[in-house]
């Protein structure tokens, strides 16, 4: 598990603020970002002056608001992934969910000035919101819901895909709390020629262009208009953290997570498919039909991700533990199926030569992960492996190896293996 120190981070931060035409401003936002407080008398820091509470600093990089154990993937834009030990909670607590970043966030959040809009070809008129006039205005729900990076278990892709190096972090299921997407568009006003919705963050493009989207994703409207799509503001009961999209992002749960907008700004009601930064080509987009790993697939004939597929996790244990012999050994994980449910969750210690059917908890609502759990012993001493793999309600099971390659190395839902080692 490789981490890089603050360090490194620092160094490429300055580096980048030259290279890269940075401003002051942005130079000082994201050492503030960094250290997690605003740093009092910024106007007299000097540009690309390290803070010395981060240069001297040893300790791994860590994200503020997020868990020290987060494997960071890229620091520009930020990414970092959940260890699955880290997962064991049936409500992933704020502080260890998955960050994804595509541009640069926000840091300035003025909550009484932010406001929403509505709009596009297939609205029936424009309106904006103020985060207050959202509260006020449309009832509140709270769901569980699970949100995976489309490219969650890229690093497994041969030949390679690029992007970040996802291994099974790239989930969690938080409670969200917010409004209904579906009231909003609803008061709005829907035509009946809509087809498709779209979001506007207030994240920047990496390239500083502020002509540029960092990413500007959808849904069609039947899915937006599903109850436990929400625009939500609370995480868990609390403000949801910057790095997850403070003060207002979409949660389309059992969908590529690119599809809740973060920093959410604007949604756009389209009477096309939306297509927006990250809508075409390769991204989050496969092979409509299998391809030979390394294949080059023409534009037309790439599909668009839907719902994502059947997963699971081990969460418990900790892959590497060392157990005694003929004692019996706790499993526990979660599963999940896009916008269907789990039937069924089997694991196995013998490489996936016998499996054992364990039990398996009921979703909260629709789009939140399943809790299962259940035990097991060895009879032998030496080196075993548990796998688990997840059925869902049309009877699909997870592969056991790597299914469809495709570019970018998207939809990976392999079983989860944690090693361990019998004394
Ligand atoms: N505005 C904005 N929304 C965004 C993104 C982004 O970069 N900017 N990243 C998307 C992607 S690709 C993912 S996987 C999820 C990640 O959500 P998280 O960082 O809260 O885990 O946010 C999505 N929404
Ligand atoms: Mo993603």
Same mark, same amino acid.
């Given at each position: 598990? /490789?981490?890089?120190?603050?360090?490194?981070?620092? #160094?490429?931060?300055?580096?980048?603020?030259?290279?890269?035409?940075? /401003?002051?401003r942005d %130079?000082?936002?994201?050492? +503030?970002?960094?250290?997690?407080?605003r740093?009092?008398?910024?106007?007299?820091?000097?540009?690309?002056?390290?803070?010395?509470?981060?240069?001297?600093?040893?300790?791994? %990089?860590?994200?503020?608001?997020?868990?020290?154990?987060?494997?960071?993937? $890229?620091?520009?834009?930020?990414?970092?992934?959940?260890?699955?030990?880290?997962?064991?909670?049936?409500?992933? !607590?704020?502080?260890?969910?998955?960050? *994804?970043?595509?541009?640069?966030?926000?840091?300035?959040?003025?909550?009484?000035?932010?406001?929403?809009?509505?709009?596009?070809?297939?609205?029936?008129?424009?309106?904006?919101?103020?985060?207050?006039?959202?509260?006020?205005?449309?009832?509140?729900y709270?769901?569980?819901?699970?949100?995976?990076?489309?490219?969650?278990?890229?690093?497994?892709?041969?030949?390679?895909?690029?992007?970040?190096?996802?291994?099974?972090?790239?989930?969690?299921?938080?409670?969200?709390?917010?409004?209904?997407?579906?009231d909003?568009?609803?008061?709005?006003?829907?035509?009946?020629?809509?087809v498709?919705?779209?979001?506007?963050?207030?994240?920047?493009?990496?390239?500083?262009? !502020?002509?540029?989207?960092?990413? +500007? *994703?959808?849904?069609?409207?039947?899915?937006?208009?599903?109850?436990?799509?929400?625009? =939500?503001?609370?995480?868990?009961? #609390?403000?949801i953290?910057?790095?997850?999209?403070?003060?207002l992002?979409?949660?389309?749960?059992?969908?590529?997570? +690119?599809?809740?907008?973060?920093?959410?700004?604007?949604?756009?009601?389209?009477?096309?498919?939306?297509?927006?930064?990250?809508?075409?080509?390769?991204?989050?987009?496969?092979p409509?039909?299998?391809?030979?790993?390394?294949?080059?697939?023409?534009d037309?004939?790439?599909?668009?991700?839907?719902?994502?597929?059947?997963? +699971?996790?081990? /969460?418990?244990?900790?892959?590497?533990?060392?157990?005694k012999i003929?004692? !019996?050994?706790?499993?526990?994980?979660? =599963?999940?199926?896009g916008?269907?449910?789990?039937?069924?969750?089997?694991?196995?210690?013998?490489?996936?030569?016998?499996?054992?059917?364990?039990?398996?908890?009921?979703?909260? $609502?629709k789009?939140?992960?399943?809790?299962w759990?259940?035990?097991?012993?060895?009879?032998?001493?030496?080196?075993?492996?548990?796998?688990?793999?997840?059925?869902?309600?049309?009877?699909?099971?997870?592969?056991?190896?790597? !299914?469809?390659?495709?570019?970018?190395?998207?939809l990976?839902?392999?079983?989860?293996?944690?090693?361990?080692?019998?004394?």
């Amino acid at each position: 598990m /490789t981490k890089k120190t603050l360090g490194t981070i620092v #160094e490429h931060t300055a580096d980048a603020a030259e290279k890269q035409g940075f /401003t002051r401003r942005d %130079f000082i936002a994201s050492m +503030s970002a960094l250290l997690g407080s605003r740093i009092v008398f910024a106007g007299a820091l000097p540009l690309g002056m390290v803070p010395v509470a981060l240069a001297n600093n040893e300790q791994a %990089f860590k994200i503020a608001g997020k868990h020290s154990e987060l494997v960071v993937l $890229n620091d520009r834009p930020i990414n970092a992934e959940t260890p699955a030990h880290l997962l064991d909670d049936k409500v992933t !607590p704020s502080d260890k969910l998955f960050v *994804r970043n595509n541009g640069i966030p926000p840091t300035e959040i003025d909550l009484d000035n932010w406001t929403l809009t509505v709009e596009g070809e297939s609205a029936e008129q424009k309106k904006v919101y103020s985060i207050a006039e959202l509260k006020s205005r449309f009832t509140h729900y709270s769901y569980q819901l699970t949100l995976e990076c489309g490219g969650n278990g890229r690093a497994e892709f041969s030949p390679q895909a690029k992007g970040n190096q996802w291994t099974t972090g790239a989930v969690g299921c938080p409670k969200w709390t917010g409004v209904r997407l579906a009231d909003v568009l609803k008061d709005v006003g829907i035509k009946a020629d809509a087809v498709y919705i779209g979001y506007y963050g207030k994240d920047s493009h990496l390239s500083g262009d !502020p002509s540029k989207q960092a990413i +500007s *994703r959808g849904v069609p409207i039947q899915k937006a208009l599903e109850d436990e799509c929400l625009i =939500a503001w609370a995480m868990n009961d #609390e403000q949801i953290p910057l790095m997850n999209g403070h003060p207002l992002r979409l949660v389309i749960g059992g969908w590529p997570a +690119s599809t809740s907008g973060k920093w959410l700004e604007r949604i756009v009601i389209r009477d096309q498919v939306h297509d927006g930064a990250k809508m075409l080509g390769t991204a989050y987009r496969v092979p409509c039909k299998p391809v030979a790993p390394g294949t080059k697939v023409a534009d037309e004939d790439m599909c668009i991700i839907h719902a994502m597929p059947v997963k +699971s996790l081990i /969460t418990f244990p900790k892959s590497g533990i060392h157990q005694k012999i003929k004692q !019996p050994l706790k499993l526990r994980g979660h =599963a999940w199926a896009g916008d269907k449910e789990i039937q069924q969750v089997k694991i196995s210690k013998d490489f996936g030569q016998t499996w054992q059917t364990v039990t398996l908890a009921k979703a909260v $609502n629709k789009n939140a992960w399943q809790h299962w759990q259940g035990e097991v012993s060895f009879d032998k001493t030496g080196y075993y492996e548990i796998w688990a793999k997840a059925t869902d309600s049309d009877g699909i099971s997870q592969p056991m190896i790597l !299914p469809g390659w495709n570019p970018k190395g998207y939809l990976n839902n392999a079983c989860h293996r944690v090693a361990i080692q019998v004394v």
